[in-house]
Nanobody, 127 residues
Framework: QVQLVESGGGLVQAGGSLRLSCAASGRTFSTYGMGWFRQAPGKEREFVAAINLSGGSTYYADSVKGRFTISRDNAKNTVDLQMNNLKPEDTAVYFC????????????????????WGQGTRVTVSS
């Protein structure tokens, strides 16, 4: 079992940056693909980014491509989301999640594919 704890959320002005981090428990972190999702008020949870087991392959939602970067450190059991040029529409609660699927990372955009979830960290971007 994997427990996930996100941190790094907060309030930032449009155009600013934040770095979210997700710390995972357990010795098997490197056997899980990892993803970030977000949920804005009144909206469904949506995919943001995913990274494969080694960190060598990543995939992004079109809405964040070129602005966000997902990375992982298997030695530290962490997965990060660097968010640059933030926009008010990026306001949401951000969740990290772990998947047992070893499918190509570009196919890991459905929340149903992920088995473990963190509690979320709130990001608010003011205009």
């Amino acid at each position: 079992q994997v427990q996930l704890v996100e941190s790094g959320g907060g309030l930032v002005q449009a155009g600013g940056s934040l770095r979210l981090s997700c710390a995972a428990s357990g010795r098997t972190f490197s056997t899980y693909g990892m993803g970030w999702f977000r949920q804005a008020p009144g909206k469904e949870r949506e995919f943001v980014a995913a990274i494969n087991l080694s960190g060598g392959s990543t995939y992004y939602a079109d809405s964040v491509k070129g602005r966000f970067t997902i990375s992982r450190d298997n030695a530290k059991n962490t997965v990060d989301l660097q968010m640059n040029n933030l926009k008010p529409e990026d306001t949401a609660v951000y969740f990290c999640a772990a998947t047992r699927s070893w499918s190509p990372v570009a196919t890991l955009s459905r929340s149903s594919q992920y088995v473990y979830w963190g509690q979320g960290t709130r990001v608010t971007v003011s205009s």
